[in-house]
């Protein structure tokens, strides 16, 4: 199954991107959703996950970002405001059907990656 990432772009430092992931013909109401990113040069890093009604953020991103998700449409969003220039990154959107991945390699399906780029 491929998630649909979209909602990246350029943006000045203090701006604000939406980031949305889809999931067509499949329900992913109990899945866990993770939305990751990768610098050039560096890990991918779990940035935000959202399970059941609880959610996890990355320290970075605490108070700046918010995931949320609206199970009746199968998606998932990633509200990221005062982006800052290390925001930059490709962000990907995952989901894991056990409900449970923290690690990348705990989810099964995966968006094709967005670019997010801040600029100072």
């Known amino acids: 199954v491929q998630l649909q990432a979209s909602g990246g772009g350029l943006v000045q430092a203090g701006g604000s991107l939406r980031l949305s992931c889809a999931a067509p013909?499949?329900?992913?109401?109990?899945?866990?959703m993770g939305w990751f990113r990768q610098a050039p040069g560096k890990e991918r890093e779990l940035v935000a996950r959202?399970?059941?009604?609880?959610?996890y953020y990355t320290e970075s991103v605490k108070g700046r970002f918010t995931i949320s998700r609206d199970n009746a449409k199968n998606t998932a969003h990633l509200q990221m405001n005062s982006l800052k220039p290390e925001d930059t990154a490709v962000y990907y959107c995952?989901?894991?059907?056990?409900?449970?991945?923290?690690?990348?390699?705990?989810?099964?399906?995966w968006g094709q990656g967005t670019q997010v780029t801040v600029s100072s």
């Open positions: 013909g499949r329900t992913f109401s109990t899945y866990a």
């Open positions: 995952a989901a894991d059907p056990a409900g449970s991945g923290w690690l990348s390699e705990e989810y099964d399906y």
């Open positions: 959202i399970s059941g009604g609880s959610t």
